[in-house]
């Protein structure tokens, strides 16, 4: 059977779609090769600001001093006439023990003290008739109206009231102590506030007795909180760098947009080790007029190194180092989009930004981040839809 032979006009149409087809793909390869692939950057814009570089630590906040009130005396705690947060002044009455052996005692010694007095009233009237009897004696004796041994008598007599005498005027001074000794007991039953200062903290409760023969018990303690002492603690590598009188300030957590500043008073000499670590304690005073500072509170503490004001600065995520050590570069954003990668001369940093001394201008955009690249163009498969079609 002969072959069917196709009509002139349906091959014609067919040759047509072949060519249309094949421009379309050489268009597509056309299109797909043009398209553009371009990264994309992150910038920032070169601006004018501070630098800090600091060593950074951490810390708590001290009272730059405190007294601990006790009992002198042993006894009952009868009264406490303070309350923790309470501010005192020098004198004030804080605390009172049971006075009444106290009271006794005093009591005592007045009533040895009177009668020792008693005492040398008595001897002392004796000594003057001792002495009176022995003058006479003596003159007796000058006239031959009486025996020398008599004589001798009358002045033994008198030196023996005159030792009489002056031992009694050695226990009257040792029962004048006893009597203040007496008194000031009495007197530390009433505990008295030794300085102006907050209680922070009251270690004794009333009714509760206090033995005072050893140690003197603990009752309260007064903080002077009106000015705070920083302690930091500084690491080894970092605590040759600090300098008395250097510039410091700190930050605690529920402020941390709030600077306290001051100045380092005082490197401690004994390290304290921790996890292996050796730390040194650092520290340094600021006011407190409003009490807004508090015991133990954490700062974190930036002791100044250096400080530069109103200079170039971009962020240290710009810097590139220079090839086979060569200075340091940044990428810099031209007008037209393209990345150029600059040679700059760079001063002071600290943990985020860095001052450019040379090679950049304020406002030019450096590259911080970024560079991935995003591609543009026809989609693939044209050409595979218009095979299709010819199907």
Not at 103 to 122: C, I, V
Request: net charge neutral.
């Amino acid at each position: 059977m002969a072959a069917k032979r196709r009509s002139p006009w349906k091959m014609t149409i067919a040759a047509v779609l072949v060519t249309a087809a094949l421009a379309g793909g050489v268009g597509y390869g056309i299109l797909g090769a043009g398209a553009r692939e371009t990264p994309a950057y992150e910038t920032r814009p070169a601006a004018r600001g501070d630098i800090l570089s600091t060593i950074t630590s951490s810390g708590t906040l001290q009272p730059i001093s405190f007294v601990d009130v006790g009992a002198q005396v042993s006894g009952q705690l009868k009264k406490l006439h303070v309350a923790e947060g309470d501010w005192v002044k020098e004198g004030d009455l804080l605390a009172e023990i049971d006075g009444r052996v106290a009271q006794s005692r005093l009591l005592e010694a007045e009533a040895t003290l009177d009668n020792l007095g008693a005492q040398f009233a008595a001897k002392q009237a004796e000594m003057t008739l001792a002495k009176q009897q022995q003058d006479r004696a003596r003159k007796l004796l000058a006239q031959d109206a009486i025996a020398r041994e008599e004589v001798d008598i009358a002045v033994s007599s008198y030196k023996v009231s005159e030792a009489t005498l002056k031992a009694l005027e050695a226990q009257i001074r040792q029962a004048e102590a006893s009597l203040q000794t007496a008194r000031a007991n009495l007197d530390y039953t009433r505990i008295l506030a030794p300085r102006d200062g907050v209680v922070v903290s009251i270690t004794a409760q009333e009714g509760q007795t206090l033995n005072a023969n050893n140690t003197a018990p603990l009752i309260l303690r007064i903080s002077n909180l009106e000015t705070m002492t920083v302690v930091s603690q500084v690491s080894e590598a970092d605590v040759s760098r600090l300098k008395v009188g250097q510039a410091a300030y700190f930050t605690v957590l529920g402020q941390p947009d709030k600077r306290w500043e001051g100045a380092l008073r005082q490197v401690l000499p004994e390290p304290e080790i921790l996890n292996n670590v050796i730390f040194y304690n650092a520290l340094f005073d600021v006011p407190n007029p409003n009490g807004e500072l508090m015991t133990q509170m954490t700062a974190q503490v930036f002791f100044i190194q250096e400080k530069a004001e109103n200079v170039l600065t971009v962020p240290l995520s710009a810097v590139r180092a220079g090839r086979n050590g060569g200075g340091e570069r940044i990428r810099v954003m031209l007008p037209d989009g393209t990345v150029e990668m600059r040679p700059v001369t760079l001063g002071q940093r600290d943990e985020i930004n860095v001052v450019v001394l040379d090679g950049l201008k304020e406002g030019e955009r450096v590259v911080v981040g970024g560079g991935a690249v995003v591609s543009s163009g026809a989609p693939a498969g044209g050409g595979n839809r218009m095979m299709g079609m010819m199907r």
